[in-house]
C-alpha cells in the first residue's frame, strides 16, 4: 500500500505551495483541491445555504476517490488539505455560519465517519502554522478563478485555526509535523531538507 500525506493549516497557510514543492523535489503523486473542477462550488458560491450540503459530500467523497486511487499506486501521494480537513475545518465552520443545517451537518458527519472507518488516516500530516495577520495578508493578495468572498473571510481564521487544532489533538503527535510557514519563502527552501529527510522515515501501514 502507497504512502499518503496530508499537508494541511489554515486558509493561506501555503498548503498548495508546499504540496508542488514537494511534488517537485521528490517525485511524489500530488492532489490538489480542485476548487474549480468541482460541479457545486461555483453554484455554492452563488447560493450558500442551497449547495453548501451537495457541496460538501461531493468534496469529502472526491477525497476519499483520491485516497483510494493513491494507495492503489506504487509512490507517496501528498494531499493539499484532505478530507479530514475537508470536514473538521470546512463542514464546521459552514455549519456555525448557517450555511448547513443540524440535520445536513450530522449527515456530513456520517459520510465524513463512514469514508474514515474505512480508510486509514494519512501517514503523515504536515500541519502549517503562520500568524493570523500574515494568513490576512496573503488572503488579500489572492487571485482566484472562483469568488470565495462570500464563503471565507479573513474574519474566519481564529475559528478555523481551533477547529484544526481541535482535531490534531485526537491525532498520535508521532503522525504531526508542525511546519512554521510565516516566512515569505516561495521555495520553502528553508524546512526543504528536514522534509524531505522525514518522508522516508514514515511507518509501514
Known sequence: MAKLIAI?????????????????????????????????????????????????VDFMLYRAEKEIEIRAGEFVGIQDGGLDQDFHLYTRLFHTKAFLTRKEYDLCQRTYQTLRALLPLPDL????????????????????????????????????????????????????????????????DNILPDLMARIPEIPES
Open 8 to 56: 494541511v493549516g489554515n486558509n493561506a497557510s501555503g498548503k498548495t505551495t508546499l504540496t508542488k514543492v514537494l511534488c517537485r523535489k521528490g517525485g511524489f503523486t500530488p492532489c490538489f483541491e480542485q476548487h474549480e473542477e468541482r460541479p457545486y462550488q461555483k453554484l455554492f458560491s452563488e447560493d450558500l445555504q442551497k449547495y453548501a450540503f451537495p457541496n460538501q
Open 125 to 188: 500530516i504536515i500541519r502549517l502554522s503562520a500568524p493570523h495577520e500574515v494568513l490576512r495578508q496573503r488572503l488579500l493578495a489572492r487571485n482566484r478563478k472562483i469568488d470565495l468572498e462570500q464563503i471565507f473571510t479573513a474574519d474566519d481564521l481564529p475559528a478555523l485555526e481551533n477547529y484544526l487544532d481541535e482535531w490534531l489533538t485526537s491525532i498520535n503527535p508521532d503522525m504531526v509535523m508542525v511546519v512554521d510557514s510565516s516566512e515569505e519563502d516561495p521555495g520553502f
